[in-house]
């Protein structure tokens, strides 16, 4: 089995999750079984995947495994169906809060909130107040209908353990929160009570984690080829996957710069989030890399023993590629576009002076956001932004919007004619590569990874200098005063767009394929097991402690 291994799913996403649905468009096609594996509780998950294709067969959640509710059928849960124990209640309803009041008589006994994502009231929360009125529980409900985890409130208002319990409403895993030596609120241990009564205790959720992986090598083993272990977010497995206990095919997906300057790859910091697995990268048998100048560097700076493969995160369906193609004349005119999180790394608000410089020239010049806002550091991005509009007085040309479905995306890329982009990193950019599936001309400061690739200069569009806010602007008026020119690269944006098409993008695929069918594997039997677990001699591990 091939897991691909992240941390969630939910309305909005990164990157990371849509390449994550492209990969699992073009194994669907090829019949290649797969599971997308997510670490962390969220009881929406489902409703999310099912949204975007993705279905429960190709699903697997770390607490859904352990509550037994992998394939739980859907079941409908709503206000009245909760028992308080109390004759008389109240339900007082605030529709703009997405919740009931219960009352008996003035005590409020417990606020019900429900699912806004339909409109049939699901029970998310029951909320429940002692006779004083203190909050000293919390149960969460998962949106297919089950009770799935219950928060117990200490006496000074703090989360203090947390259970999860499978569908059957039996305990099945808890964490405990406690103060630590440097008086930090933290989760201290894990207790995972399994199905043949083996109790476990783990440290944190790493050492869970592990378990979790070891049980699914376990599930899923096969004599004859291993199973592959594939981290897309790799801080959620890097640990993990290095201390399995059955041979598996483990694989670094790298789907960002590797380095915190993405400009300086042999000597910069490493970016956080890969240097715990860059500085182990020989404990795994692969590395992929979303481009072949990322690959290299790689190779330059670590040489490391583990196969290296350049892989595409994104793909252009053969749909896509056969569409009519749609001209410059008939798009919004001087329209340039962006979408992506309204976020620092993203340098919107230089690519907003480059329009303000521009708009000396093309004065009906305009600029399309579309993101969600990233609130780090106190809304730096989006204060950057407000800066850049007023110095060049841009608030009746630049407009922020918020985040798109996907068909929203593919809608506004072909009414717009550039795509533009000044990060300070990337690590492919999935949405310059769908613009320039349709026809948008692009204009990118040269920047590692993936836009200094997914744009050939001077052929559908322009890579400017790193920092070149005035080059940019220069492009810019290049193109908005030669239409001839601005049609000429979009057709060449739809031409070159072939180069990540489904076909391609699997053969890369097939190369690791290849290389993980050679691995040699051999089962070994467990040291270490659970209190009360049965060992292979059908003794239980304490009656051998005593």
Known sequence: MIFFINSSFNEKNSGIEHAQLKRAALFRKHAQPFKLVFREWNPTIHYFLAKVGVNDEETLVMFDYFQKAMNFPEKII??????????????????????????????????????????????RSVEYFDGFGNLYRVDFYDFRGFLSLAQWYTPDNKIGTEVWYDIYGQPILETYNRYNARKNYIKTGWRLIEDNGAIYMFSNIEELTLHFLNRLNEKYWRDEKANIFIMDRTHLADWALLNLEHPAYTVLHLHNAHMSDAQDAMYSMLNNFYEFSLTNVNGYD??????????????????????????????????????????????????????????????????????????????DITLDVYGYIDHRNQDEAKKAIDDAIEKYELNNCVHLHDYLEKEEVISVQKEHQVYALMSVMEGFNLA???????????????????????????????????????????????????????QSLSTNAYDLSQRFSEERVWQAWQELLRDAATKKVRKITPIHKGIGEQNPNNEKLNDSLR
């Open 432 to 486: 310059l590569l769908e613009a320039q599936s349709h026809g948008m001309v692009t204009v990118t400061n040269d920047v590692n990874y993936g836009p200094n690739d997914l744009v050939v200069d001077k052929k559908n569009g322009y890579i400017v200098s790193f920092n070149g806010v005035e080059e940019m602007a220069e492009k810019f008026v290049t193109l908005f005063s030669n239409e001839t020119l601005l």
């Open 78 to 123: 709503q206000v009245k169906d909760l028992d308080f124990g109390l004759l008389n209640i109240r339900y007082d309803k605030e529709e703009e809060k997405g919740r009931y009041l219960i009352f008996q008589e003035q005590q409020l006994v417990a606020r019900v909130s429900y699912f806004t994502e339909d409109s049939l009231e699901r029970i």
């Open 286 to 363: 692969a590395i992929i890399s979303a481009t072949e100048k990322q690959t290299q560097d790689i190779r330059k700076r670590f040489n490391p023993s583990a196969k290296l493969f350049t892989i595409p995160v994104g793909i252009n369906s053969e749909k896509i590629l056969r569409e009519k193609r749609l001209p410059m004349s008939l798009r919004k005119n001087h329209s340039i576009l962006m979408t992506c999180r309204i976020a620092p790394e993203k340098g919107i608000d230089k690519v907003i002076e480059a329009v303000g410089i521009a708009k000396r020239k093309i004065h």
